[in-house]
């Protein structure tokens, strides 16, 4: 197993940029296998789907696992309704709008289906998980960050992939497929608004402004979260300036912060 720890602090290539150059430590590079799990509906749209859209466009297979469709908390736009429909019902809407926003950016989108709000996860779903790692074989894995504590799904879900990537190659710990080797892990931005309490600080940045507009079409598709594009565009200018002024991503306009786990 890899010795990961998470590291907190701004490291640069010889560049000065971690994004554009062929190193060993670039996200983007071109054909990667990545896998993003995220606990809700449409959280690796908001936090990722820039830097989704341009690892598909480098040739890249991307594969998103929501671990629930954010039938309960995440959907905000059918509870408005004055006769809110039963839960089968807002699954089926949000898994449509899914579709739609993971079609817009490339990349193709499962469930799990294990339910939100509490999402909690015993050694069968996270073993689930684990043959989904297996099966695919990703050298790249995007997830929540590990102390995002205002939301608990978040956390637990990071946790639950987190164990999927350490066990998944290791021969005794038994799933459908055969053991593969441990692919990076890479957190992307905590719930919005609350990086100073969750101390979410990128270390690496993504440029998307080649395809932010792609983005922004994409978050459309989840109207059930209407909110979306207006906020998600105000983080991608703001961390656009930070890659910028921090990274010296020079012509950089809209970007996308993660966090490293060191020692991958």
């Keep these: 197993m890899k010795p990961w720890n998470f590291c907190m602090e701004i490291i640069h ?3 000065g940029r971690w994004i554009e150059d062929k190193g060993e430590r670039t996200m983007l590079h071109e054909g990667r296998r990545v896998m993003v799990f995220s606990a809700h509906a ?6 990722a789907g820039g830097t989704i859209a341009r690892l598909v466009d480098l040739g890249g297979e991307v594969l998103v696992y929501d671990m629930t469709y954010g039938e309960r908390c995440e959907s905000p736009g059918i509870y408005a309704r004055s006769e809110p429909p039963p839960l089968d019902e807002i699954k089926k809407i949000r898994w449509q709008e899914m579709q739609g926003a993971a079609g817009t950016l490339g990349a193709e989108i499962r469930c799990f289906d294990f339910g939100d709000s509490p999402l909690i996860f015993d050694t069968d779903r996270r073993l689930q998980i684990t043959d989904a790692v297996r099966s695919f ?5 995007l997830t929540h960050w590990h102390n995002d504590v205002l939301h608990p799904d978040h956390v637990e879900t990071t946790k639950a992939v987190i164990w999927a990537c350490r066990y998944c190659d290791a021969p005794g ?4 497929h055969n053991w593969c080797e441990e692919p990076d892990i890479v957190c992307y ?3 919005l608004g609350t990086a100073p309490v969750t101390r979410y600080l990128p270390d690496l940045y993504v440029d998307i402004t080649s395809v932010y507009e792609r983005k922004m079409e994409a978050l459309r598709h989840l109207a059930s979260q ?5 906020n998600y565009a105000i983080l991608a200018r703001y961390r656009g300036l930070e890659a910028k002024t921090t990274a010296n991503m020079k ?6 912060g993660f966090c490293r786990m060191v020692g991958q």
């Design 42 to 47: 449409a959280d690796f749209c908001s936090r």
């Design 13 to 15: 290539s010889s560049s």
């Design 189 to 191: 931005e905590a719930t």
């Design 226 to 230: 209407s909110q979306l594009p207006d």
């Design 251 to 256: 012509t950089c306009i809209y970007a996308e």
């Design 137 to 141: 074989q990703p050298d790249l894995v």
């Design 173 to 176: 710990v038994k799933t459908d």
